[in-house]
């Protein structure tokens, strides 16, 4: 698409603005431009965003901010050591998580797009495109990969002592208060072109507030380890 001598130009080098900027850039009637980098390290440079919008295409523009929320940003925790590039390669693949991805900016989710993001996340984490293992099924096959027992150990718990919690998948019921809070974020980046933005989560949103009227995560809302 040409507007001809019609640009608009956003100075910044956030990736959070560029996840906007590519949301966003369908409703004006410019050319869109994102000028990074500096002149003293001569890395400056201009991005085309109307280019990469109409590359990317309609529904994964509109799965953008969600996925940009999801998989970590600014505002939100991000999955250790999984990323973008792979994460977003799944995404082209995947027309559920796109759906469900885009609802996280207009409305809330149902129980088929929180389904959806259980199996993107189950991707994400290793599991195949044809595997039916649920998200706690795929953190436990992930587990036991990396820290169980081998038949010929002497002792049984020894591949234990380096564990690296983090590298794990998470819980169900941890993924479900990431999703609400990256649904908020990505409603928040949506509504970026109106006057009025939402910027106070809830409980609802996977955050409270504390007596020093801080945020705080809620990471989740069952007990931390299983009755005996």
Known sequence: MNFENKNI??????????VNMIYHCKKFAANVWMDVGTSARNDRRYINISAISMALGESLCNALPGFHAFTGSDYTPAFVQK???????ILEKDKPAQNAFAK????????????????????ICGATATSKASLNQQRYKVFEKGYGPKASAKNPL??????????IPPCEAELIKHIYRASFVAKMWANADQ??????????DGWKLNNNDLYEIIWFDRPQLPTA
Do not use: W, Y
Request: zero cysteines.
């Open 9 to 18: 130009v956003s100075r910044a080098s956030d990736t959070d603005i560029a």
């Open 83 to 89: 990323g973008k590039i792979r994460p977003f390669a």
């Open 104 to 123: 996280m900016s207009r409305e809330k989710l149902d129980n088929a797009s929180v389904e959806a993001l259980k199996f993107f996340t189950t991707r």
């Open 158 to 167: 020894e591949k234990l002592k380096g564990i690296a919690a983090s590298t």
């Open 195 to 204: 006057k009025e933005i939402e910027q106070h989560p809830n409980a609802s």
